[in-house]
């Protein structure tokens, strides 16, 4: 009798202590999730509360309106002394190095995805590209940069000189770092992630979308383009936005070919083709690694770094959401409506 | 009929446009690779002497007049000025250090007085000395303080084959150009004894002169000079100069020395890759040693414990993490961080400390008081309802953190550690893993949590229907089969660590010291790209052996993700088949 008892308390004992051990442990996973989550936010509201402060309730220029603040920040001239004033050409040579990459990544991407989900079979040729895709998506930024100033630089950009611009040389046109060279490198660094997005939704597409097409007589391309493409425009469309988010925060590479502290105009043209490929250009996140690493930060110069950085966190997280929210929806609308 | 071939042949040529297209994915890989292998190439290359009828115009800038005065003084006396101290020699009679202002006379007991020739090398930092038909290489070391007589040391010594009538050692580097009296110009290269360099001549040679560092200029007693050009990479052609310790010219000891570009500007660049790569991978762990804890925390919850749908919000959730480009996390680290270190280190280690105590302790609490705030078969929302205990406990560990550094001889932390006998930089190690921990946070998150959910959800039911707890069900079931993916997830957060190049740039100081501490500064291999790149001249050494390293961060990072990829396919491959 005495030893069952003992039995059953142990029994008892050792699964109340499972019990009471599993929820802490669960509760401590969970709590990393709610760390992580504070983390970001408390990052966010540090910088809110930062570029605020100093933008509408700072006391160093009070007698100066918020409106007249802001323009200072974003339109005046540049300062090249301590920064403070003129986002504006930064945030343009942002948009503008953004804009052309996604002109090489889009067709570059779609092509790939297209090819390995709707073309190829799966060989040793398809594994190698799949391999590549990988393994590109893990090389660090820095060595793109590396790659970008050896091969587009030097290599192309000398080669174009020394064909089209030998007029000028020996100071370089495009033997230097600049704006197309920096889009080219950046486009490489984000092909991985263009291309994973858009195979990922045209493997969601069902097949029978295709077969339709194919049994009602048209080609493999007017089935690629007409039928299965615009079923997948959403998932391309995520996987540009996400290259361009990507492309918007990443500063290693531009150190390299391209970004500088200040240039005097802006990289647009008021003729064709508008942008002004060679040219060197200012970037938000080159600013605040400048503003970081050289600037001698003057009264006030946390609320610009603050700026800087809340302006390309908030540019990054809105297109991240859209990207996402695309995402989510495609990943949910697994089968088309049934058409009777 | 046309119309239908039209059509084909539009969607033939699209579809071998596309293909095309496709190429450029390996055309990426291989073209770094096969380009960055070309332009590091050279720096390995073998040093080289030729003859040659004239002289590069502008290759070079020439020796300047003074200094080739003073390494000219063959046969009679020499001299070196080492902190007001003067060293003299004549053949046959003993070495002597003489002061400028007292003319104190020491003996050197180290230089071999019954010596044929002596040059001075490399910019005046060492002194080649011919005994007999042996050449040796001698270092002198800076005095400390201004009436310490400066070391000789012998590096090196080369037994010759020949009679030596003439010697000259070259302006920066530790090399000799000798001619022999077989009528052979010879160049030793002290860096790389293997290095055999000779040219034979048809005329008897009375004296050689470094005109530039890539010539030689040899007069005959015709009147003719001849002239050799020598080539040599900054590492004389030999690959261990960039692993292995050296003992430059000037230093006491070998050391690995990453110096470049050093402030005089005849010096010798020193290129030892070992401390940046030691940077690199200390940064690396370190943001391993802050991520991997949180990272697979979040994994393991989301993975395994939460719904489908609401797996589906908190993913993007944390992924919003990203929204922080590595340069902005950096300002916040240099910002924010850096200046109040000392406070924040204290407050961290106190949340770090107290954590699993508070919060596994703070669920009791909450159970114990009868509140079903957290339930076993509620598990969705726990991160929202734990939100205020997480903030009581971070400010309760923060607060305990900072109270007990207080209450430290010294009053904080800092002044705790500085009075152990540690120093701490501005820019240490520790902030940089921080930091960088929390970049590469989400990186590990989505794939261990991918590998994690890859389980077959009925697997873990099976377990809790025969009355596991959840906790059981995941670390006895589940966990076994998620480990490798687990594992994976680490190494692909540890190459995004290595490579990452923003974060370390802004808060690593960048000083290439090789020092276990975490609270020394430290200089990684990306950094170095970033900010000696643009700077160094294309076809320059230094150049060269940037891109040897940006080829051996992407050996490093191409391993890590490869052995990572193998491992998720198998992975993949057998949770498939339960």
Not at chain 1, 138 to 150: D, E, S, T
Not at chain 1, 218 to 226: D, H, I
Not at chain 2, 157 to 179: F, K, N, W
């Amino acid at each position: 009798m005495g030893s069952n008892a003992t039995i059953r308390r142990r029994r008892l004992s050792s699964s109340r202590y499972e019990r009471i051990r599993s929820l802490a442990m669960i509760g401590l996973s969970a709590s990393m999730v709610s760390t992580v989550l504070l983390i970001g936010s408390g990052l966010f509201v540090l910088l809110v509360a930062s570029a605020g402060d100093w933008l509408f309730l700072s006391s160093g220029r009070l007698d100066e309106g918020v409106l007249d603040r802001l323009n200072d920040v974003f339109f005046a001239k540049p300062n090249l002394e301590n920064g403070l004033t003129g986002l504006f050409p930064a945030i343009v040579g942002t948009f503008s190095l953004v804009m052309v990459m996604t002109l090489f990544v889009a067709p570059l991407g779609v092509a790939t995805a297209i090819y390995l989900t709707e073309y190829a079979r799966d060989t040793w040729y398809t594994k190698l590209i799949r391999i590549s895709i990988t393994n590109l998506a893990g090389v660090p930024a820095i060595i793109y940069g590396v790659f970008g100033l050896g091969f587009f630089v030097y290599g192309l950009g000398g080669q174009v000189d020394a064909l089209f611009y030998a007029k000028r040389l020996p100071s370089p046109t495009f033997g230097t770092p600049g704006l197309l060279w920096a889009a080219l490198t950046l486009a490489l660094v984000n092909l991985p992630v263009v291309i994973v997005a858009v195979t990922e939704g045209l493997d969601a597409l069902p097949n029978d979308l295709r077969e339709a097409s194919i049994a009602l007589g048209a080609t493999k391309s007017e089935t690629v383009f007409n039928a299965v493409m615009p079923a997948a425009l959403p998932s391309v469309f995520s996987g540009l936005i996400l290259a361009t988010a990507r492309a918007a925060g990443e500063v290693s590479p531009l150190l390299l070919v391209g970004a500088v502290k200040f240039s005097p105009s802006l990289p647009l043209a008021s003729r064709a083709p508008f942008i002004e490929f060679e040219q060197k250009f200012m970037h938000l996140g080159f600013q605040l690694f400048d503003a970081a690493l050289f600037a001698r930060l003057p009264p006030g110069g946390l609320g610009w770094v603050a700026c800087i950085a809340l302006i390309l966190v908030l540019l990054i997280g809105v297109l991240n959401l859209i990207a996402v929210s695309l995402r989510t929806a495609i990943l949910k609308r697994k089968t088309f409506e049934n058409p009777f | 009929m046309p119309v239908t071939n039209w059509r084909h042949v539009k969607s033939v040529s699209l579809g071998l446009l596309i293909r095309v297209a496709s190429f450029t994915v390996i055309f990426a890989l291989l073209g770094m690779v096969v380009q960055m292998m070309v332009v590091a190439a050279p720096i390995f290359a073998a040093s080289t002497l030729e003859r040659i009828d004239a002289p590069d115009e502008g290759r070079d800038t020439p020796v300047s007049r003074t200094e080739s005065r003073d390494a000219d003084l063959t046969r009679r006396t020499y001299w070196v000025s080492k902190g007001g101290w003067q060293l003299k020699g004549t053949p046959g009679n003993p070495w002597l250090w003489v002061h400028d202002q007292t003319a104190v006379r020491l003996n050197v007991s180290e230089l071999p007085s019954d010596f044929s020739i002596a040059q001075l090398v490399g910019h005046q930092r060492g002194l080649a000395v011919l005994v007999g038909n042996t050449l040796e290489h001698f270092h002198f070391s800076q005095p400390i303080s201004i009436n310490d007589v400066p070391a000789v040391e012998r590096v090196k010594t080369v037994v010759m084959g020949s009679d030596i009538v003439a010697l000259a050692g070259h302006p920066r580097l530790a090399v000799v150009a000798l001619a022999t009296s077989l009528s052979e110009i010879q160049v030793v290269d002290f860096r790389n004894p293997d290095t055999n360099l000779r040219i034979q001549v048809d005329v008897a040679i009375d004296r050689i002169v470094w005109e530039s560092p890539s010539l030689i200029r040899a007069l005959t007693s015709s009147g003719d000079p001849l002239l050799f050009a020598f080539r040599a990479t900054d590492i004389g052609g030999d690959w261990r100069r960039l692993l292995s310790p050296i003992q430059y010219e000037g230093y006491p000891s070998e050391e690995y020395l990453w110096l470049p570009l050093p402030s005089a500007q005849a010096a010798e660049p020193k290129f030892s890759v070992v401390p940046l790569v030691f940077g690199t991978l200390k940064a690396a762990l370190l943001a391993l040693l802050f991520s991997a804890p949180l990272s697979l925390g979040c994994a393991i919850y989301v993975g395994c414990f939460v719904s489908e749908a609401q797996r589906q919000r908190v993913r993007p959730a944390i992924d919003m993490l990203t929204a922080f480009p590595t340069v902005v996390l950096g300002a916040i680290g240099l910002f924010w961080l850096a200046p109040r270190f000392g406070e924040f280190l204290s407050a961290l280690i106190g949340i770090i400390a107290l954590f699993p105590i508070l919060a596994g302790l703070g669920v009791f609490v909450v159970r114990g008081l009868g509140w079903r705030w957290v339930r076993h078969d509620a598990l969705d929302d726990w991160p929202l309802r734990l939100l205020p205990l997480v903030l009581l406990v971070i400010a309760l560990g923060a607060t305990a953190g900072l109270s007990g550094a207080a209450r430290l001889p010294g009053g904080s932390l800092e002044a705790y550690l500085l009075s152990t006998g540690l120093s701490i930089s501005y820019f240490n190690s520790l902030l940089v893993g921080i930091v960088l921990g929390l970049a590469i946070t989400p990186t590990i998150f989505s794939i261990a949590e991918e590998a994690i959910h890859a389980v077959p959800r009925n697997m873990a039911a099976g377990a809790l229907a025969l009355g596991s707890t959840p906790w059981q069900s995941y670390r006895d079931v589940v966990q076994p089969l998620a480990l490798p993916g687990m594992i994976a997830a680490i190494m692909v957060g540890f190459g995004r660590a290595a490579g990452e190049t923003m974060i370390l740039i802004m808060l690593s100081g960048n000083t290439g010291i090789m020092d276990l501490s975490i609270f020394e500064g430290l200089r990684s291999v990306s950094a170095s790209l970033a900010l000696e790149l643009p700077e160094a001249p294309k076809t320059s050494s230094h150049y060269q052996v940037l891109f040897a390293m940006g080829l051996l961060l992407f050996g490093l990072t191409f391993i890590v993700n490869t052995v990572a990829e193998i491992i998720r396919a198998r992975v993949r491959m057998r949770v498939r088949g339960l």
